[in-house]
């Protein structure tokens, strides 16, 4: 077993190991979790548990992050988790989409 699993990911801005991913389920369930470099561990959250325990269960996504140390809080569309080959997660800065113009 991989022992980087359970080691916390670090904050894009401070490096610190401190950062918290607020989820939300199609099921209006939003909560804040530690964010580890394999994901989110919902382990002792009595939602997680159920959720878990679902034999349909909701779709699950990153809706925010917040670091605890420097108090930075952003979104996935401006510094997104990627997983690399080994199934590890690390925070990419996200390029800005210029807006087409509209045609009339």
């Known amino acids: 077993m991989n022992e980087n699993i359970k080691e916390p990911i670090e904050c894009p801005f401070c490096g610190e190991k401190t950062v918290l991913a607020r989820i939300s389920t199609t099921y209006y369930f939003v909560a804040e979790h530690p964010m ?32 605890e140390s420097c108090g930075r809080e952003w979104s996935p569309h401006d510094y997104a988790p990627v997983k690399d080959e080994n199934g590890m997660l690390s925070f990419v800065k996200r390029e800005k989409k210029t807006k087409r113009k509209e045609s009339r």
């Open 36 to 67: 580890y470099k394999d994901g989110v561990n919902m382990d002792g959250d009595t939602m997680g548990q159920i959720i878990g325990e679902m034999t349909c269960p909701p779709v699950i996504k990153y809706a925010s992050f917040r670091c």
